[in-house]
Structures are given as structure tokens and as C-alpha cells.
């Protein structure tokens, strides 16, 4: 049986605004198991990467639980949660901005070691950098380099070097390839599974790309305005789709034939406000199926088919089940 080693219940995450409280995260409970990539997959705007955060606590939760080996992380105070750092790491989507533009290639893979003292001397430090380059493919000439020298999917594999510096369990990916060239991407994307492999890393993988999630993903989750609307494992989501959502959103991936003609699902209305949300499907005002009961009771996440979770009243009759 699969370890848990995250494990997500009700997290919420609001936001003050002028206009009232944006429900950035909306009770979103979901866990990761040990070795394993949960996929976190919906249009932008709709929580993905605000869950990733408050999870690492780089922004602080509204409400709820993340279990991390079975504690209470939330509960952490400054001095547990300095030391957590060094099990939880984050790889940004934008390689550029997230990379110090003053420091040279060795400065930012080595800045965690330092700050942690994680060695004792310069030497020692500067061995770490080059295995940890050699690790993410890094020539070792690029050692005093700096950031604008360097391509996205090179700055990017800085990002990962960083973020393995620590010998981190679990590292959040968020859209770590979408602001690169597509060879690059499959690049990266068999680096990050090749390092799963060889140190037993566990992901959470944000991004848009469909393709790239089935491809890296043991669960997909998908998120509409906050919420969880399904939950499955790759295979069995991209197998048997059942919430309206998720199967439009699979309807738009492209067919690279010219032959086979894809009947694409075109969501019409217009997106529920995430400030002060009415109860009910927060999808109800774009869903063709939407009943009166979807615009005043908001659905529970419940397991419909085995490992196979769906938020939405009348998923039977959708899917003539």
C-alpha cells in the first residue's frame, strides 16, 4: 500500500479586496502519496498555483490542513517551519524572475546551503554546486555565469539544481516548463522524471498543458474557481472524463491529424465571480447540464467510480451511468 506523504483537508485560502472576500481556495482536500506526481490542472485563474503555496506556507492558509508525514504543518512555528524548508522546495514557472539577476550560477544553487549551513566551508560548498549541475545538466563552465547569459531551459534547470540543493521529499512544480521552447520542454520534463526516479521525489505538478500532465502524472486533479471538481488517476481521467468541466477541457487538447476530426466542447455564459461566491456549482452559469439545484447547493467531491472523485449533482445522467 502507497505512503501518503501530503495530505490536503478543506484548504481554503481568501483574499481581502474592495469589492468583498476572494475565494482564491475553497475547501480543497486532496492527498499525494510517497514517489508519486499529482497533476493540478484548470484554466488560470482558478487556484492552482495559490494551493501550491499555501501548502509550502509561502502564503499563509485561510483554513484547513496540510499533513506532511502526518503533522499539521499549519501549526508550525518560525523555527519548525525554517527546518521544513529543507523537505519542501518549489521550482516557479518563470525562470528569469525567479532567479537572483546580481548572482552567478554557483551563488544561487549554493545560496541554500548557506543559509541552512549545510557546509562548513567554501570548498565544500563549491563541490555541492557542481554535482548538483552535473545532476540537472549544467556545463560546469557556466559556474560564474550569470542568468541573462543563459537560455530559459538552462536558467530553468538552475531553478531545479536549487531547489534539490536541500535533498528535499517534496517539491512543488509550478508550470516549470511553460515559459520554454517546446524541444526544451521534453527535456526538462525527462530530467525532473529521471530525478523522481533515482531520490524517490514526490510532485505536485501545476500546469495547462494537458499533454504534459498525462505524461508526468500518476492522479490529475482538476480545479474550477477555487474548487476541486475531479480527482483520478491519469489513465482513468483521460480514459473516462465525467465531470462537464474536465471533459471540455480535454476536448480542446489538439489532434496532430488532419483526418480525424475532434468534437470540441465550447463552454458558452459567463464565470461565476470568485468574490463572495453564492452556494452552488461554481461551474452551474457555463455548465450546458446546469439544473436549479446546481445554482443553489454546491456539490460535495464524492467517489463515484473506484480512486475516481467528481463534484456535481447530476454526473449519472451525464454520463448515463
Do not use: W
Not at 80 to 91: A, F, G, K, S, V
Amino acid at each position: 500500500m502507497s505512503e501518503k506523504l501530503i495530505e490536503v483537508k478543506n484548504l481554503k485560502k481568501y483574499f481581502n479586496t474592495p469589492k468583498g472576500l476572494l475565494h482564491a481556495v475553497d475547501d480543497v482536500s486532496f492527498d499525494i502519496n510517497k514517489g508519486e506526481t499529482l497533476g493540478v490542472v484548470g484554466e488560470s485563474g482558478c487556484g492552482k498555483s495559490t494551493t501550491g503555496r499555501a501548502i509550502l506556507r509561502l502564503l499563509e492558509a485561510t483554513g484547513g490542513e496540510v499533513l506532511f508525514q502526518g503533522e499539521n504543518i499549519l501549526k508550525y512555528d518560525k523555527s519548525r517551519l525554517r527546518d521544513l524548508r529543507r523537505e519542501m522546495q518549489i521550482i516557479f514557472q518563470d525562470p528569469f524572475a525567479s532567479l537572483n539577476p546580481r548572482m552567478t550560477v554557483s551563488e544561487i544553487i549554493g545560496e541554500p546551503l548557506a543559509i541552512h549551513k549545510m557546509v562548513n566551508s567554501k570548498e565544500g560548498q563549491s563541490k555541492i554546486v557542481k554535482e548538483l549541475m552535473d545532476t540537472v545538466g549544467l556545463s560546469e563552465r557556466l559556474v560564474n555565469t550569470y542568468p541573462h547569459e543563459l537560455d530559459g531551459g538552462r536558467r530553468q534547470r538552475i531553478g531545479i539544481a536549487r531547489a534539490l540543493s536541500l535533498n528535499p521529499k517534496f517539491i512543488v512544480c509550478d508550470e516549470p516548463v511553460s515559459a520554454l521552447d517546446v524541444s526544451i520542454q521534453a527535456q526538462v520534463l525527462n530530467l525532473m522524471q529521471d530525478l523522481q526516479k533515482d531520490l524517490g521525489l514526490t510532485y505536485m505538478f501545476i500546469t495547462h498543458d494537458l499533454s504534459v500532465v498525462k505524461h508526468i502524472s500518476n492522479h490529475i486533479a482538476v480545479m474550477y474557481l477555487g474548487t476541486l471538481v475531479e480527482k483520478a488517476s491519469s489513465k482513468e481521467l483521460f480514459k473516462n472524463p465525467i465531470h462537464p468541466y474536465t471533459q471540455a477541457l480535454l476536448s480542446a487538447i489538439p489532434v496532430p491529424s488532419i483526418k480525424h476530426k475532434k468534437e470540441r466542447v465550447i463552454l458558452k455564459g459567463e464565470i461565476t465571480s470568485p468574490i463572495n461566491p453564492a452556494p452552488g456549482c461554481r461551474f452551474a452559469k457555463r455548465c450546458p447540464y446546469a439544473k436549479d439545484d446546481c445554482f443553489k447547493v454546491s456539490p460535495e467531491l464524492k467517489e463515484v467510480v473506484k480512486d475516481h472523485f467528481v463534484a456535481c449533482h447530476y454526473y449519472k445522467e451525464i454520463n448515463n451511468m
